[in-house]
């Protein structure tokens, strides 16, 4: 009891502060860095007024981290332009000091002030904490008993995912999700950062789609393919990522349009889903249309459509059709028909890409038999690969199963494994509910519970065809449905609301 007196008296205190001494400390600061030069002012000024903005507002910078690890995915090692060219707005900074680490680091210490004097604990009893926690520890654990050092990989030529320490991505990646679970719980500031998402998206499909268009695309997978060195979101130069992104923003825009019937959202959203469904095909990833076409099954079967709905439907299908016809190319339609084994030729286009897909696969459980339990550690399966594969291929497994398998074990997968099941009930049960749904309807999210529910599952196909589970959007949608759960899990019991 004398603890929490105190604990409350210090707090109070703190609350009791003037609020002009944070601008009273930004004057002092300015005086100072003044007499170091204009850079050091300029430097203090907008670093100071940041953290105060954040202060007030740590959702705020919950957002503004998000768009930076998902603009500045790694290091920036060229420079861009087009879109991409916004990239060179945020400072990459080098080594642990970096702006995402700074603010990273900040926004974790108003979370300790934020618990200390509210002594709200309730983010660690969240269950996608805890098994994302889980899961991070025993990568770390694998990772540190390994014994593979970072230089034995870079002597082979053999790069690290991003140019960072494996073990520390993930760190940083589990405490985004902290961050998010914790600060990100209005649904105003949940919209916010959906929303967010989905601009980033489409600016990058947009260059994205362009870049195949024009033949610019990535030379490593082919120019011909949506993708590039100047998308807006670095990680989708991968065509195949770029796909899944589209996907998932394609979700929560039909889902949004379809809980607000108003006429200029329909139409809006209708050439938004047509841009995202144009640029999936024009990824030329065999992968991707069979997730779309998984995707929208589920979204057109999850309710009974009116006639209106079902016409807008229809014409979206229609529109896509005949765009996909007249402006995807021949050689990106030939790629994603041509599939070894169900009527595709062996020597088409994209038929390597198969054969090499099957390869790896065996490749993988070689690796995996390396350590059976916590794998061969987070980061090293290039390394490992390359020690193991006959042909000396340092080439990604293109499976987030399997690389969870060779990396973190069985008890790894396992996690990730109970993760998505435990996530997709929760959900499902909220969705079923319907005082949950009745609650959801008052904040305005009753259709972002279905939304996250079928992108989660799409995310879940997606993973057969991609190594994802590392990359920020999977923690992106694990902490959008973990607030989602928190905040109407405890109505799943409760009996329907009475009807007005």
């Not at 074990?409 to 998505?420: E, N, P």
Request: charged letters at 15%; a positive charge.
């Amino acid at each position: 009891m004398a603890g929490m007196s105190a604990r409350g008296a210090v707090a109070a205190s703190i609350d009791r502060l003037p609020p002009i001494l944070p601008l009273l400390a930004l004057g002092v600061a300015a005086v100072f860095a003044a007499l170091l030069g204009p850079e050091a002012l300029t430097v203090a000024v907008f670093g100071l007024g940041g953290m105060i903005l954040v202060a007030l507002r740590p959702q705020w910078g919950v957002a503004t981290l998000l768009v930076m690890l998902m603009v500045q995915y790694g290091s920036r090692r060229y420079e861009r332009e087009g879109v991409a060219g916004i990239a060179s707005l945020i400072t990459a900074g080098s080594g642990l000091i970096t702006v995402n680490n700074m603010l990273g680091l900040f926004l974790a210490l108003l979370l300790v002030y934020h618990v200390y004097r509210d002594g709200d604990w309730s983010f660690l009893r969240n269950r996608q904490v805890q098994l994302v926690a889980a899961i991070t520890a025993v990568l770390a654990f694998s990772g540190f008993v390994s014994e593979i050092a970072a230089g034995d990989a870079i002597q082979l030529g053999v790069r690290l995912s991003g140019g960072q320490d494996p073990s520390r991505l993930l760190v940083s990646r589990a405490l985004f999700l902290v961050l998010f679970v914790f600060f990100v719980r209005k649904p105003q500031d949940l919209r916010m950062i959906v929303w967010l998402f989905v601009a980033l998206v489409l600016l990058t499909a947009w260059s994205g789609a362009s870049a195949g268009l024009a033949g610019t695309g990535r030379a490593e997978v082919a120019d011909y393919r949506a993708g590039g060195m100047e998308v807006l979101i670095q990680s989708t130069q991968n065509p195949n990522r770029l796909a899944m992104i589209s996907t998932l923003a394609m979700i929560f825009i039909w889902e949004f349009s379809q809980a607000h019937a108003l006429r200029r959202w329909r139409w809006a959203s209708g050439a938004a889903i047509l841009m995202l469904v144009l640029t999936v095909f024009l990824s030329a990833s065999r992968g991707g249309v069979l997730v779309l076409g998984f995707t929208a099954l589920l979204l057109f079967s999850r309710r009974r459509a009116g006639g209106s709905r079902l016409l807008f439907g229809i014409a979206v299908v229609v529109l896509a059709t005949l765009l996909i016809g007249q402006v995807v190319p021949e050689q990106i339609l030939e790629r994603i028909a041509n599939v070894p084994g169900l009527g595709g030729e062996s020597g088409g286009e994209g038929s390597g890409s198969a054969e090499r897909r099957a390869y790896t696969y065996g490749v993988a459980f070689d690796v995996w038999q390396q350590g059976p339990l916590v794998g061969v550690g987070p980061g090293n399966w290039p390394y490992v690969r390359f020690m193991t594969d006959p042909l000396r291929s340092a080439a990604a497994p293109h499976n987030s199963f399997l690389k969870a398998l060779a990396e973190g074990g069985l008890i790894t997968l396992a996690l990730y494994v109970v993760l998505f099941i435990v996530t997709l009930r929760a959900l499902v049960s909220c969705e079923r509910a319907p005082a949950a749904m009745a609650r959801a309807g008052k904040d305005g999210l009753a259709w972002l519970v279905p939304a996250t529910r079928i992108a989660l599952s799409s995310f879940l196909v997606f993973s057969f065809f991609g190594d994802l589970w590392d990359l920020i959007f999977s923690y992106l949608l694990f902490g959008i449905a973990a607030v989602l759960i928190q905040r109407y899990g405890p109505f799943v019991d409760q009996p329907a609301p009475e009807p007005a």
